[in-house]
Each structure stands twice: as C-alpha cells, then as structure tokens.
C-alpha cells in the first residue's frame, strides 16, 4: 500500500536506494549526518533529488579520474 508519489520515499526505501541498513541512515539522521529529510508528523521522509545530491556529493575524485576528464 504505497500511495506515495514517486519521488518521496519511506526511510526503507530510501535505505535500500542508497544502498544502507535502515538503521544505519536512522543513525545518520539521529547524528545530523547523511541526506536531507522531511519530518511530516512523526514520520520521515526523503527525496528522491535529495538522496542523488546525497550520493553525487560522496563522489571521490582520483588522480586516475581526473586524467580521464582532462583528455
């Protein structure tokens, strides 16, 4: 029973698409760490575009990276 648009995800969900334990990313937020949420009520939610940022901002650079984006 998922009546949530696409782009708002459950904390399982957004655990699972970032490929974490639910735990973990409770932890996270519980330690102000880790992606944007919305808090509705008691409940917690994450988006969809926050949870890319989230990963797009974790990207490592590496020398050998680097040499293949200057080419």
């Known amino acids: 029973m998922n ?3 696409p782009a708002r995800l ?3 969900e957004a655990a699972k698409y ?3 334990g ?3 990313l409770d932890k996270m937020r519980m330690e102000g760490r880790g ?3 919305l808090k509705v009520g008691n ?3 994450y ?3 926050d949870l890319t940022a989230y990963l797009d901002s974790a990207v490592i ?3 050998d990276s680097r040499k293949k984006t200057a080419a």
């Open 35 to 37: 992606p944007r949420y």
């Open 18 to 20: 970032l490929g974490l």
């Open 47 to 49: 988006r969809e575009a």
């Open 61 to 63: 650079e590496t020398s």
């Open 10 to 12: 459950r904390v399982r």
């Open 43 to 45: 409940r917690v939610f």
């Open 3 to 5: 009546d949530l648009p």
């Open 22 to 24: 639910v735990s973990t």
